[in-house]
């Protein structure tokens, strides 16, 4: 079955910057890919979105700051945070953007000096 497993997160400091990586196991085909975040007392929000050719969508408090980025022959989804703010902290959430809802455990991101 499909499994979806993400690396990376932990602690940084403001301005610092850090990479997460989603892993797709368990299926030969591609799918269009997300990362999510969710924040203490916050609904689950949608960070960036990137289809199998790559073209891609961010949500416009990290356009500029983050990068959504994949390697179909890995079938791996990453995504590069720079310039990191405190707002940044939340749990980060890698899933394929299908009907059917596939989601990773979740890795956390905090983001404090």
């Known amino acids: 079955q499909v499994q979806l497993v993400e690396s990376g997160g932990g602690l940084v400091q403001p301005g610092g910057s850090s990479r997460l990586s989603c892993a797709v196991s368990?299926?030969?085909?591609?799918?269009?890919m997300g990362w999510y975040r969710q924040a203490p007392g916050k609904q689950r929000e949608l960070v960036a979105t990137?289809?199998?050719?790559?073209?891609?969508n961010y949500a416009d408090s990290v356009r500029g700051r983050f990068t959504i980025s994949r390697d179909n022959t890995k079938n791996t989804v990453s995504l590069q945070m720079n310039n990191l703010k405190p707002e940044d902290t939340a749990a980060y959430y890698c899933k394929v953007e299908a009907t059917f809802g596939f989601w990773g455990r979740g890795t956390q991101v905090t983001v404090s000096s």
């Open positions: 368990g299926t030969s085909r591609l799918y269009a």
């Open positions: 990137i289809t199998i050719p790559g073209l891609t």
